[in-house]
């Protein structure tokens, strides 16, 4: 069994994965590597990139659909994949999550499909016997 | 759910009634064909329809047009209109992308003299009509001219050429919604959307050239310069990045509001 992944699950009119792993940082990172795999993103190789995001959120699963926003958004307006991450979480002094991950990828060379938006429909993280998951839908 | 669960009104027209469930306010009102609905009762539309009709504030039935399929727990293709002050406003019900529109676009071409030129129309058009989720349309705005298309509407498209005063007549509200504030909308948002003027999109947006073949209305056909047997063009665009962008901040604030 995988420790950690992601795999394409049905849906009626837009898409969806399935995400898991051990810990709340690769599941985000699992997630961020699904939205690639799905839009079949190919970057220009031998270039890199580095940003740094940091997001905050009332819970964990608005802290995902922030994190994922934002890729998307980079990949939209930046032409820009990230498949490197170091995230961290903390408590902001709001009271909210944050999340603060060190990105790393390259400019996209194709991309078969753009997502428009990570969805909250039905998103719960949750543990299971694979650590923690969660689905995830996408609107395209 | 089953068809048996439904009272049919017409060929086209069905309801589900209030007896359904107990929780259900108002009836939902369903357009579609026999052969349709079988194949749409194999999603949760009609489930998430039924969820729909327990919302406060409703006014009349919720419709659910022919394109019904399962949406972010209203269905897609589904109708309903909420009051003040009991009324709710649903994120659900408005999905992801706000102020999508179609319309029709009537021509004085007549299909039997084009018809040898359909592969260069339907090449022009894929040319001249930018398409992809993300992809830029033919202008480039500053943040200042996109806000005076925010509040201004088609009026904008007017003053710079790109729309007619019969236009603005024959679109929902004249094309404007009275007090519409861009200050409401993030900069993010913004971003998103100021090189998409005159974009497509993508998803399920479209350009389809079709030919008349039957008319039911006379009348109403000759008064929307519908003719038999000519072209027409079906758009259905709109939201964009901006619209995505700005349907996300009120859907984080009800869902944090809701736990």
């Not at chain 2, 009104?9 to 209030?18: H, K, L």
Request: hydrophobic share 40%.
């Amino acid at each position: 069994m995988k420790v950690k992944g992601f795999e394409e699950i049905p849906h009626a009119a837009d898409w969806a994965m399935r995400v898991w792993a051990g810990d709340l940082a690769s599941l985000f990172a699992e997630a961020a590597q699904g939205i690639n795999k799905l839009a079949g993103v190919k970057v220009v190789e031998g270039v890199k990139t580095k940003r740094l995001s940091q997001t905050e959120a009332p819970d964990y699963e608005s802290l995902l659909v922030a994190f994922l926003s934002e890729l998307i958004f980079l990949i939209e307006q930046e032409n820009l994949a990230f498949s490197g991450f170091d995230i961290h979480f903390t408590k902001a002094v709001n009271g909210e999550y944050r999340i603060t991950a060190n990105l790393e990828g390259a400019p996209i060379q194709f991309i078969g499909k753009a997502i428009k938006a990570a969805t909250y429909h039905n998103l719960k993280i949750s543990k299971t016997d694979r650590g923690l998951e969660a689905e995830v839908v996408l609107d395209v | 759910m089953n068809i048996k669960d439904l009272i049919q009104i017409s060929d086209y027209e069905w309801e589900i009634p209030t007896s359904v469930r107990d929780d259900m306010r108002v009836p939902v009102r369903l357009f579609a064909s026999r052969e349709l609905l079988e194949q749409i009762i194999g999603d949760k539309s009609l489930d998430q329809a039924i969820n729909a009709a327990t919302l406060p504030g409703l006014v009349g039935r919720v419709i659910v047009m022919p394109d019904m399929h399962q949406g972010y727990g209203f269905p897609i293709g589904g109708v309903a209109a909420t009051e003040f002050p009991h009324g709710v406003v649903s994120p659900g019900a408005i999905g992801y992308d706000i102020n999508c529109g179609v319309r029709l676009l009537g021509s004085n071409i007549e299909f039997k003299s084009a018809h040898n030129e359909i592969n260069t129309l339907a090449t022009l058009l894929n040319k001249y009509c930018p398409s992809g989720v993300g992809k830029a349309g033919p202008l480039r705005l500053t943040l200042k001219e996109l806000d005076q298309v925010l509040r201004d509407g088609s009026r904008w498209a007017m003053k710079n050429g790109y729309a007619t005063e019969a236009d603005l007549s024959r679109t929902e509200e004249d094309g404007c919604l009275q007090g519409a504030n861009p200050d409401k909308i993030s900069e993010r948002a913004k971003e998103r959307g100021r090189a998409q003027i005159g974009s497509l999109g993508a998803g399920n947006h479209f350009i389809e050239v079709d030919v008349v073949e039957e008319l039911f209305d006379q009348n109403a056909a000759s008064a929307m310069g519908i003719h038999k047997g000519y072209l027409t063009v079906q758009i259905h665009c709109g939201s964009r990045g901006a619209g995505s962008g700005t349907r996300s901040a009120p859907i984080t604030f009800s869902s944090s509001k809701a736990r």
